[in-house]
């Protein structure tokens, strides 16, 4: 790395949310977004690849972080309570982010190319999640089919939290959710 | 329609399949498809926008099938058995086919491109179980939660179907996955 440059990725990632809300992503350039920051474009692409993926910068983390819970949570716990305690510690990373997540989502929603790479995203931490079930000895089809529920409970709860301002508690509604699933499927 | 060729889009279809599975997906080109199918190009793009939409052809009967199927489901179902039973339907659909179901899978599998389109023909479907769901005065966050449930459900079984070169019976795997769903999220 060359100068230090303070919370050098926080600012870019700041400026980048800004300047999608405000111009949209297709039309706001790497060197408009390390302007922006007050950093060079050679900054910009130390942190990052390209600008759709300070979007999808925090994705790493989120699944690292799924993951561990799951498998540190306690062994008496079912499948389905182990998966929701790791996607509630996922909530809870993303509500850190404070206004992030729905600017986020904002800009998402305005592009087909950002809502692909989202499911793609979906995609990915639901064969993370199976991958750490089966690591707490959960079977096929069981494994898959819980990991798959646990993210459409994670889904619709994200979706609540981004279209209703007034709740600010992400990992509530994932419980929420995950309580309407169990409804549902009981035929309730 | 220029001179009457029988039954010319499943003669494509085939072609397509079978030169998919020989050389790749990035390999083949539409001229190869039409000569193996004894047609002319002009005609495949009668019947396809490009190469790729050959393998997502269905998709539209699909999703049809399954809304009708449960607008159809009588109104004293719970939703998630409104959803199976489309589900089901779907199912079954994909089974008349035949082996095309699995070749299909396997050319999917080998691209990254044609995994994303597969996910977002996923993720349409869901959008439409759950708008059919709405139809029949189920409420969100219910509706969505159900849809994506289902979408799960059929996913987790499809992939069986596509693994388990014995097992037949699609929508007894759906039945038997929905069975699963049902067992996880009750914590067993």
Chains 1, 2 share one sequence.
Do not use: C
């Amino acid at each position: 790395m060359g100068r230090w440059e303070p919370n050098a990725r926080g600012r870019l990632m700041q400026a980048a949310f800004a300047l999608y809300g405000e111009r949209g992503f297709e039309q706001t350039t790497v060197a408009e977004i390390a302007e922006r920051a007050g950093l060079t474009e050679r900054t910009f692409f130390r942190h990052f690849a390209d600008k759709r993926e300070v979007l999808f910068a925090g994705a790493d983390a989120l699944r690292e972080l799924l993951v561990s819970t799951v498998a540190k949570a306690p062994g008496s716990l079912a499948p389905i309570d182990a998966a929701a305690a790791g996607l509630e510690a996922a909530g809870a990373l993303i509500q850190e982010g404070g206004e992030l997540a729905r600017q986020r989502q904002a800009i998402i929603a305005s592009s087909a190319e950002l809502q692909e790479r989202e499911l793609i995203k979906l995609a990915s931490l639901a064969a993370a999640l199976a991958e750490a079930l089966r690591r707490r000895g959960v079977e096929d089809p069981a494994a898959s089919l819980t990991a798959e529920a646990g993210i459409a409970v994670f889904k619709v709860a994200f979706e609540r939290y981004v279209e209703e301002t007034d709740q600010q508690d992400l990992p509530l509604l994932i419980r929420e959710s995950l309580d309407e699933l169990k409804a549902v499927t009981a035929g309730r």
